[in-house]
């Protein structure tokens, strides 16, 4: 059977094929060939890569019930290219007669992945846990999605909690496969010699396949100063839309008064910016050209994200000649927009924290191209500290006490640097303040909107185990009254994004001693058993907060097979990482 959708080249493509018992009359072969059929359209309906392109999805021309027909159908999927395998049984079958006869076709790196529904007249079930089971046994990974259907007739579908189940799953295949070969942009050093921002060059190519450009910005600035690298016109396009659209009536060149005075510039309508200056708009031409410069480096080298030394050596060192701030660049590429419309979301992190890059391609990936938010974990904002604050402002929180922030606290995501525009309904420039940025330009702020919800988190990586661990829990964004709001903003850095977050089952009291770094990623659309089947095939490891469910029904993957024969989820990751 050929490509469910015409082939895309160059797009990753995901094999599915049907195992079977040679023994089984024609209808149940046609009815086992009809599911595999369904879940090939199924992968191809819900799967996107960032761009928004499906992936490729082959399906394998026959039942595969012996030795012959796996080498028939091997040859197929491996002309049409496949990246991943999916096994969709809907009978008994000999594994080793087919579907591990196929597989062995592939390297042993390919992903693999078996799902099927649990019916009784001809088991698929039981040839799943078989399959799997022995896969297990050879210290391979093969998660399952054992769902449910109608177990009689010849055109079953699977139920929606089931499809959402294999979606998810297919995602973390997708996402793992399609970041093999990838690279990303480091330009220079870790910026302020931060030991959680390095760049883990080894590492990212061992456990997510990725490469990496390093570069340094010397010829960044030479390509600013000599006003090269980039088109005059699409400049002028971009800070029209800039100064006229994204940004109109918002571009504020006196950050250091409204600090000082405590100007409540986000939730009054009554504060206007002044006019820019010609130096303003020099400076603020000179972020956007940076923005079309690292862009166009960015196409000529492949890459699919990046990450940027803003401070320091480039903005705030004094020794040398500091330049403009990186922030308004780095808050385009995490956008879902710009000037010339909506384009791919491109993760790029701030302080070149390629640590937390790792975590946005990821996040990025597995949402189907959603943007990611970058932020400062700056403060933790407990029960008792709001009351004292509302107390201090003579606020009543009275009607506002079955708020999640007012039961759990909340934590203010003070972004710095490439905060995502699509994370707001409403923007603003600001002057970056002279101590901090000599070099000037402007930076993008907001306070995002209540009801964002999704997966908040950060890899680490430690020397000891030689492997990355998630720390992340599912949080929604806040809206607090408008006086606690300016309260909280100019208490940190006003002139920057801020998203009030609230965790779903972590106590800011936990959460304020839980993050493994200073900066934290916040993407939406990603189930927490989605992200579990990626860290999967990546083996990256994946900390329980305390008190935290073992299990939870509906949001975490049931244990792989191989995890549960070796010592659990850690140490037959643990093991296999050292096999890398």
């Known amino acids: 059977m050929p490509f469910i959708k015409k082939r895309n080249p160059g797009v ?17 072969r046609q009815r086992a060939f009809n599911i595999g059929t369904m879940t090939a359209k199924l992968l191809a309906e819900r799967l996107r890569l960032p761009d928004g392109v499906p992936p490729n999805v082959f399906f394998g021309s026959r039942l595969v019930d012996s030795e012959k027909t796996a080498d028939t159908v091997a040859q197929e999927l491996k002309e049409a290219g496949a990246d991943a395998l999916f096994i ?142 980039y088109d005059p016109e699409e400049l002028r396009a971009l800070r029209d839309w800039v100064i006229n659209v994204k940004f109109k009536n918002r571009i504020f060149n006196n950050t250091e008064e409204i600090v000082e005075r ?23 031409d000179e972020g956007l050209a940076l923005y079309l410069i690292i862009r166009n480096y960015m196409r000529d080298i492949h890459a699919v994200a990046g990450g940027w030394t803003n401070q320091l050596a480039w903005g705030s060192d004094r020794r040398g000649i500091p330049l403009t701030t990186a922030d308004i660049a780095e808050s385009l590429f995490n956008s879902s927009e710009d000037h010339a419309g909506k384009k791919t979301v491109v993760p790029f992190a701030t302080e070149n924290d390629i640590q937390g890059l790792l975590t946005m391609l990821a996040y990025c990936y597995l949402a189907g191209g959603k943007p990611t938010l970058f932020m400062d974990f700056r403060k933790v904002y407990e029960p008792w500290e709001i009351e004292k604050k509302a107390k201090e402002l003579g606020l009543d929180l009275s009607a506002f006490e079955r708020e999640p922030w007012m039961q759990r606290g909340f934590i203010d995501g003070n972004n710095s640097g490439s905060a995502s525009l699509d994370f707001a309904e ?30 908040v988190g950060r890899l680490a990586y430690s020397d000891l185990s030689g492997m990355f661990t998630m720390i992340q829990g599912e949080a929604e964004s806040q809206e607090l009254p408008p006086a606690l709001t300016e309260r909280v903003c100019h208490a940190s850095d006003y002139s920057w994004p801020h998203t009030f977050l609230t965790f779903d089952h972590i106590p800011s009291s936990y959460a304020k001693t839980g993050m493994p770094a200073n900066h934290i990623h916040m993407t939406t659309d990603l189930p927490r058993r989605r992200w579990q089947h990626f860290s999967d095939y990546s083996l990256i490891l994946n900390h329980k907060w305390e008190n935290a469910a073992e299990y939870a029904e509906g949001l975490d993957r049931p244990l792989p097979m191989l995890w549960r024969l070796n010592g659990g989820e850690t140490a037959a990751k643990m093991a296999l990482a050292a096999r890398r």
């Open 12 to 28: 990753n493509t995901l094999g599915i094929f049907v195992p079977g018992d040679p023994r089984i009359d024609e209808e149940s």
């Open 88 to 229: 969709v049984p809907d009978t008994w079958f000999f594994p080793g007669k087919s579907a591990m006869a196929l597989t062995a076709h592939f390297p042993p790196s390919t992903p693999l992945a078996c799902v099927g529904g649990n019916n009784a007249p001809k088991p698929g079930m039981v040839g799943i846990d078989a399959l799997v089971g022995a896969y297990a046994q050879t210290g391979r990974l093969c998660p399952m999605v054992i769902g449910t259907m109608p177990e009689t007739g010849m055109n079953p579908e699977f139920e929606a909690k089931t499809k959402d189940e294999i979606a998810d799953l297919a995602s973390a295949v997708l996402a793992a496969v399609a970041l093999r070969g990838k690279r990303y942009l480091s330009v220079d050093t870790d910026s302020m010699q931060m030991e959680t921002a390095l760049n883990h060059v080894h590492a990212a190519r061992r456990f997510f396949g990725l490469e990496s450009t390093r570069e340094s910005m010397k010829i960044f600035a030479d390509m600013l100063q000599k006003k090269g690298g």
């Open 262 to 284: 405590g100007l409540p510039v986000y939730t009054s309508l009554k504060i206007h910016p002044p006019a820019l200056t010609g130096k303003d708009r020099k400076k603020l």
């Open 426 to 455: 409403k923007h603003y420039l600001f002057k970056a303040v002279e101590h901090y940025f000599p070099g000037f330009g402007f930076s993008v702020a907001f306070v995002s909107p209540k009801g964002i919800r999704g997966m």
